[in-house]
């Protein structure tokens, strides 16, 4: 089977988030049993710099507002998974990132920026296909920057009798996001004018990139079976629950998975020894090494809270920022941070830090070393989404033995056993699972992990637990190549 997987970043070649993560593990999951997989991503700056065997491919021409761009051919630097690289000066070769520029504001011109995208996906996907040699079985496409590719797809068939062409498939990582634009950009980008309707693309009087996937898609997947649920209903539908609803025999709840080679305590290269659920005495080790490269004092029996995340409402860290000050003084607890987001959420953290020089560390920016030191070193991972497609952080805490505290949404609550007395005497309890996200909640939920993490039996079978579990992207790969067979029978 042959599928051109359609994403906006890709770790290790460029990440901002999640997306990348997935884009980079999901495409070599499904090379491993034996799908023809390619990658199809804008040529950003890194993405050219890091790509493994680059080379010309070929030159899609006639495209709105740019003209022409070149399509360039190479491979992931380890999975060696092909990746077509959409190299254009204009659209993409600028400092800055994916989505904003160096000052954190949103390109103006990304609608044109990932309409291009989705319109190279689209014209991939088509028999007439300047890739004569391989054409795709399935489109996948991710979250709203892709989202024009099925409206693409569907009005190129529309034109044209007995064409052969692809599957689309829309996974939603995150509905929040959801690329709205003013009508306008609806000509600009080649789209038709009667695509601008309920039954289409419109959205609330704008153009809505994932709106539109997410109704012309043959197929629909989110990144974990509770988030897929949770988006049919008013309070995480962001407006699009009628849509969704109408659709929700039809979308597939699959969690994702990790790349267990790049997140592994007994080979991980960030740490300073390796352990793994059979031995774990290296993990006090990473955690002293973590104390005392954050200027954090060096106690071992002091309890290490850990946060690896973007500082958002969405990531409740408001919630912990609220109670840190109370639990610090009153369980002697310690805070390694690393993040950043809302400005007002990182002023607080930093002031924090002032205020407990030697129990709490603040690190601004992204810091892919730090993040693994982080999740290996604390003794505690805390992650009080209020809402959470999937997270792949609470994942990485299992793996790492650091149980985590989440919220009871999406795929927190599929990835997280409560610790509770029947999961404890099942030996599947993995974490704490706050009912709601609220300060009372978590206040009382870090205090049961840390009542739990003074009986220190108790704590290693907690850890042991989330250690054991399978968190690779091979049950996941199955899933989704499930999805795709069913969608080529139809």
């Given at each position: 089977m042959r599928i051109l997987f359609v994403t906006s970043e890709a770790f290790p070649l460029i990440k901002t988030g999640?997306?990348?993560?997935?884009?980079?593990?999901?495409?070599?999951?499904?090379?491993?049993?034996?799908?023809?997989?390619?990658?199809?991503?804008?040529?950003?700056?890194?993405?050219?710099?890091?790509?493994?065997?680059?080379?010309?491919?070929?030159?899609?021409?006639?495209?709105p507002n740019v003209g022409a761009v070149n399509l360039i051919i190479g491979e992931m630097p380890e999975t060696k998974v092909p990746v077509m690289a959409i190299e254009s000066v204009g659209l993409y070769q600028r400092d800055g990132g994916p989505y904003v520029d160096a000052t954190g504001k949103d390109w103006e011109d990304n609608p044109t920026r990932f309409g291009i995208l989705s319109l190279v996906a689209a014209i991939l996907s088509d028999e007439k296909s300047p890739l004569a040699d391989w054409v795709p079985d399935i489109t996948h496409c991710n979250d709203w920057q892709t989202g024009l590719t099925p409206a693409f797809m569907h009005f190129m068939s529309a034109r044209r009798t007995q064409m052969k062409q692809a599957k689309s498939v829309l996974s939603i990582h995150n509905l929040a996001f959801q690329g709205c634009y003013g009508a306008e950009w609806v000509g600009r980008l080649g789209l038709p004018a009667d695509s601008y309707q309920i039954n289409g693309v419109e959205y609330y009087g704008q153009l809505s990139f994932l709106k539109a996937g997410i109704f012309y898609a043959d197929g629909l997947s989110t990144v974990s079976p509770n988030y897929a649920k949770e988006i049919q209903t008013e309070a995480y539908g962001f407006g699009m629950q009628g849509l969704l609803t109408a659709r929700g025999k039809e979308i597939h709840g699959i969690l994702n998975g990790l790349?267990?080679?790049?997140?592994?305590?007994?080979?991980?290269?960030?740490?300073?020894?390796?352990?793994?659920?059979?031995?774990?005495?290296?993990?006090?080790?990473?955690?002293?090494?973590?104390?005392?490269?954050?200027?954090?004092?060096?106690?071992?029996?002091?309890?290490?809270?850990?946060?690896?995340?973007?500082?958002?409402?969405?990531?409740?860290?408001?919630?912990?920022?609220?109670?840190?000050?109370?639990?610090?003084?009153?369980?002697?607890?310690?805070?390694?941070?690393?993040?950043?987001?809302?400005?007002?959420?990182?002023?607080?953290?930093?002031?924090?830090?002032?205020?407990?020089?030697?129990?709490?560390?603040?690190?601004?920016?992204?810091?892919?070393?730090?993040?693994?030191?982080?999740?290996?070193?604390?003794?505690?991972?805390?992650?009080?989404?209020?809402?959470?497609?999937?997270?792949?952080?609470?994942?990485?805490?299992?793996?790492?033995?650091?149980?985590?505290?989440?919220?009871?949404?999406?795929?927190?609550?599929?990835?997280?056993?409560?610790?509770?007395?029947?999961?404890?005497?099942?030996?599947?309890?993995?974490?704490?699972?706050?009912?709601?996200?609220?300060?009372?909640?978590?206040?009382?939920?870090?205090?049961r992990a840390l009542s739990f993490y003074q009986d220190e039996s108790k704590w290693k079978s907690i850890k042991e637990n989330g250690m054991r579990q399978n968190l690779d992207w091979t049950k996941s790969a199955k899933a989704y190549l499930t999805m795709y067979q069913a969608l080529l029978k139809k």
């Open positions: 999640g997306l990348a993560d997935v884009s980079g593990s999901l495409p070599a999951a499904l090379q491993d049993i034996n799908a023809d997989v390619r990658i199809l991503i804008p040529g950003y700056p890194a993405v050219l710099n890091k790509l493994a065997n680059p080379r010309f491919l070929t030159t899609i021409s006639n495209l790349d267990t080679q790049e997140w592994n305590p007994a080979t991980d290269p960030y740490l300073a020894k390796h352990y793994d659920v059979n031995n774990l005495d290296g993990k006090q080790a990473v955690k002293q090494a973590l104390q005392n490269k954050l200027g954090l004092k060096v106690q071992a029996e002091t309890p290490l809270l850990g946060v690896v995340s973007r500082l958002t409402y969405q990531k409740g860290l408001d919630m912990l920022l609220s109670c840190a000050e109370a639990l610090i003084k009153e369980h002697n607890c310690q805070l390694a941070l690393l993040g950043s987001g809302d400005t007002n959420f990182e002023q607080g953290y930093r002031e924090l830090a002032k205020r407990f020089p030697n129990q709490v560390s603040v690190t601004i920016g992204y810091n892919e070393e730090l993040s693994h030191q982080i999740m290996a070193g604390c003794d505690i991972f805390i992650m009080p989404s209020r809402f959470e497609p999937c997270g792949l952080n609470q994942m990485y805490g299992l793996r790492y033995g650091t149980p985590p505290i989440v919220t009871n949404t999406g795929g927190l609550a599929d990835s997280v056993q409560d610790c509770n007395e029947i999961n404890l005497k099942n030996k599947t309890a993995t974490g704490f699972v706050m009912p709601k996200a609220d300060p009372k909640a978590l206040v009382s939920a870090i205090a």
